[in-house]
């Protein structure tokens, strides 16, 4: 069967490299980005940054409730095969070139031959395959970010430094999926162990091949990285990188100002006028895919109509959210690809605008209406009643109280319920235990949203409101199985207008970023917080 190298891969790195030299990681007026600013000064080494987490880290980037604050932990701790390129480009990481066969179906990674886990012992193809074939691959086991590799049979071990990834149909982005949350974790140490076990196991002393290593843990206060000085690539100038857990993001802008804390990504976008107050912070706009929503269980015979979901939407002042909370860090989202990735991204969809009098008449439509006058909606007798489950996270409670008030104007009885970040995550994500959530799903530089969205992503996917339609199904493997881009964007912008009509989620904005760091930090990536913690070898602190 003839080869063809890195053939999949050149054909998505043109289309991701049209797209960056658009607009991805295009940066607002306010404020430089650190690396403009280190432009002509010295690297130093030493020092120490902090990051603010919302929750303990899982120490496991595969365990279903490593949500957001295990990610930023796990990405310093841990490597992928790939990892972004500083255009989101997959780029080489624990693997150093990859190909395909002609029918995309096998695809061949060659891996570094230099790597030590941080207890000394050798990264070889076994750690690979364990690392998908026990723990990816193991439907029991509910692993995080499964739903990228439905498509994977298995991983075959071909020599110590060799491995194949054998497909059951083309999936033409799997090098962005192994760039996003999906890192190697040791054989050696989690084989014959319970990998979900959260007690003393990977937790005293968490085992990676990250730049780098764990060097003490607080549960509910701190974790402390330090430099790995075997790390095979260009070691860390920094000497430590610490987490702090701080649940409630008001103590984040506070830290921020009073140096505490060095960067992250701000959630709560009502602080940014204050901190650009500070001479000693910057503010820089990142762009990236990502997009925040309302999730309805469709499970719940109610959210199965999809008037009522239309309702929803159009009951919403998205644009008020965005002016008034997001201070303008956002655009209205109507479909699930963000205008980030524009060479998939479209804008001609069906949209439901801010009308509240025609949610009401879709209400009515779908037999709700009020006949009792006390200004609730009511079906055969029972009012329209919803459990609004959220975790404390940033503006999440700011505007999932605005959303309580949109939908009670049209008739909608919702009890808000907010709760512990990782309460939520077990609640919602892992046991789709909810009525009715407001969140967000980041995803790779890939259009491919068959994680989100497509039905067999419902019992062990990211398909959370377990969203059933076929011609959608269609259109994500159509685009999906194709590594040729016309093909591709076709398949895409009328995927996003399935979206759009059908409403899988209530798409609420695109997010901007707002990325605040102080300003003595230096060598950070015009990228994403998080895309950027994969150059955290480069940060340093200029004096």
Same mark, same amino acid.
């Given at each position: 069967?003839?080869?063809?190298?890195?053939?999949?891969?050149?054909?998505?790195?043109?289309?991701?490299?049209?797209?960056?030299?658009?607009?991805?990681?295009?940066?607002?007026?306010?404020?430089?980005?650190?690396?403009?600013?280190?432009?002509?000064?010295?690297?130093?080494?030493?020092?120490?940054?902090?990051?603010?987490?919302?929750?303990?880290?899982?120490?496991?980037?595969?365990?279903?409730?490593? !949500?957001?604050?295990?990610?930023?932990?796990?990405?310093?701790?841990?490597?992928?095969?790939?990892?972004?390129?500083?255009?989101?480009?997959?780029? $080489?990481?624990?693997?150093?070139?990859?190909?395909?066969?002609?029918?995309?179906?096998?695809?061949?990674?060659?891996?570094?031959?230099?790597?030590?886990?941080?207890?000394?012992?050798?990264?070889?193809?076994?750690?690979?395959?364990?690392?998908?074939?026990?723990?990816?691959?193991?439907?029991?086991?509910?692993?995080?970010?499964?739903?990228?590799?439905?498509?994977? &049979?298995?991983?075959?071990?071909?020599?110590?430094?060799?491995?194949?990834?054998?497909?059951?149909?083309?999936?033409?982005?799997?090098?962005?999926?192994?760039?996003?949350?999906?890192?190697?974790?040791?054989?050696?140490?989690?084989?014959?162990?319970?990998?979900?076990?959260?007690?003393?196991?990977?937790?005293?002393?968490?085992?990676?091949?990250?730049?780098?290593?764990?060097?003490?843990?607080?549960?509910?206060?701190?974790?402390?990285?330090?430099?790995?000085?075997?790390? !095979?690539?260009?070691?860390?100038?920094?000497?430590?990188? &610490?987490?702090?857990?701080? $649940?409630?993001?008001?103590?984040?802008?506070?830290?921020?100002?009073?140096?505490?804390?060095?960067?992250?990504?701000?959630?709560?976008?009502?602080?940014?006028?204050?901190?650009?107050? *500070? &001479?000693?912070?910057?503010?820089?706009?990142?762009?990236?895919?990502?997009?925040?929503?309302?999730?309805?269980?469709?499970?719940?015979?109610?959210?199965?109509?999809?008037?009522?979901?239309?309702?929803?939407?159009?009951?919403?002042?998205?644009?008020?959210?965005?002016?008034?909370?997001?201070?303008? !860090?956002?655009?209205?989202?109507?479909?699930?690809?963000?205008?980030?990735?524009?060479?998939?991204?479209?804008?001609?969809?069906?949209?439901?605008?801010?009308?509240?009098?025609?949610?009401?008449?879709?209400?009515?439509?779908?037999?709700?209406?009020?006949?009792?006058?006390?200004?609730?909606?009511?079906?055969?007798?029972?009012?329209?009643?919803?459990?609004?489950?959220?975790?404390?996270?940033?503006?999440?409670?700011?505007?999932?109280?605005?959303?309580?008030?949109?939908?009670?104007?049209?008739?909608?009885?919702?009890?808000?319920?907010?709760?512990?970040?990782?309460?939520?995550?077990?609640?919602?994500?892992?046991?789709?235990?909810?009525?009715?959530?407001?969140?967000?799903?980041? !995803? $790779?530089?890939?259009?491919?949203?068959?994680?989100?969205?497509? *039905?067999?992503?419902?019992?062990?996917?990211?398909?959370?409101?377990?969203?059933?339609?076929?011609?959608?199904?269609?259109?994500?493997?159509?685009?999906?199985?194709?590594?040729?881009?016309?093909?591709?964007?076709?398949?895409?912008?009328?995927?996003?207008?399935?979206?759009?009509?059908?409403?899988?989620?209530?798409?609420?904005?695109?997010?901007?970023?707002?990325?605040?760091?102080?300003?003595?930090?230096?060598?950070?990536?015009?990228?994403?917080?998080?895309?950027?913690?994969?150059?955290?070898?480069?940060?340093?602190?200029?004096?």
């Amino acid at each position: 069967m003839e080869r063809r190298r890195w053939k999949t891969f050149l054909t998505l790195l043109i289309s991701v490299l049209l797209l960056s030299a658009c607009s991805y990681g295009s940066e607002s007026s306010t404020a430089p980005s650190g690396n403009e600013e280190a432009k002509g000064s010295e690297p130093k080494k030493g020092g120490k940054v902090s990051i603010p987490i919302v929750a303990d880290p899982t120490f496991n980037p595969w365990h279903p409730n490593a !949500y957001a604050e295990s990610n930023v932990v796990n990405r310093v701790l841990f490597s992928g095969l790939t990892q972004p390129g500083k255009d989101l480009v997959p780029a $080489p990481d624990l693997a150093t070139s990859w190909e395909t066969t002609e029918d995309e179906l096998v695809w061949t990674f060659k891996l570094r031959d230099d790597v030590l886990w941080h207890d000394g012992e050798k990264f070889t193809a076994e750690d690979v395959a364990f690392t998908f074939n026990e723990i990816v691959l193991n439907k029991n086991l509910g692993a995080n970010n499964a739903s990228y590799f439905q498509k994977l &049979e298995k991983v075959e071990v071909v020599d110590e430094h060799t491995v194949k990834f054998h497909m059951t149909s083309p999936v033409a982005a799997l090098p962005a999926y192994l760039s996003f949350n999906t890192e190697i974790i040791p054989k050696h140490i989690f084989e014959g162990v319970d990998p979900w076990d959260l007690t003393s196991f990977n937790k005293s002393k968490p085992i990676g091949t990250g730049a780098f290593k764990l060097k003490s843990y607080t549960s509910g206060q701190k974790v402390v990285l330090e430099r790995n000085d075997d790390f !095979y690539g260009e070691k860390a100038l920094l000497d430590e990188v &610490e987490y702090k857990v701080l $649940p409630d993001a008001n103590t984040h802008v506070a830290q921020l100002l009073s140096g505490e804390l060095s960067i992250f990504a701000l959630e709560d976008t009502s602080a940014i006028e204050r901190i650009e107050k *500070s &001479e000693g912070v910057i503010v820089s706009g990142r762009e990236t895919p990502r997009f925040f929503w309302l999730m309805l269980n469709q499970n719940l015979e109610q959210f199965q109509d999809k008037r009522v979901r239309q309702a929803i939407a159009h009951a919403i002042d998205r644009q008020n959210i965005i002016d008034t909370v997001l201070k303008g !860090y956002g655009t209205i989202a109507n479909a699930g690809i963000a205008p980030a990735l524009k060479e998939y991204y479209t804008d001609d969809v069906p949209r439901f605008d801010y009308e509240p009098e025609r949610a009401k008449e879709l209400l009515a439509e779908a037999g709700w209406t009020d006949t009792n006058g006390d200004g609730i909606v009511e079906k055969d007798g029972k009012p329209f009643e919803i459990e609004f489950e959220i975790g404390i996270q940033g503006d999440l409670e700011a505007i999932s109280q605005l959303v309580q008030q949109y939908l009670g104007k049209v008739g909608l009885d919702v009890n808000l319920k907010t709760m512990e970040w990782n309460s939520m995550v077990q609640k919602v994500v892992v046991k789709r235990d909810y009525e009715m959530s407001l969140n967000w799903w980041r !995803y $790779p530089a890939d259009p491919d949203l068959s994680a989100y969205m497509h *039905s067999a992503s419902i019992e062990k996917g990211f398909n959370l409101p377990a969203f059933k339609n076929a011609e959608l199904d269609r259109l994500l493997e159509e685009g999906a199985q194709t590594s040729d881009i016309e093909q591709r964007k076709k398949s895409y912008i009328e995927a996003q207008k399935l979206m759009a009509e059908e409403l899988p989620y209530v798409f609420l904005w695109y997010p901007q970023e707002a990325l605040v760091q102080v300003k003595k930090l230096k060598g950070v990536p015009n990228l994403g917080f998080g895309d950027s913690l994969h150059y955290i070898h480069e940060w340093y602190l200029e004096e």
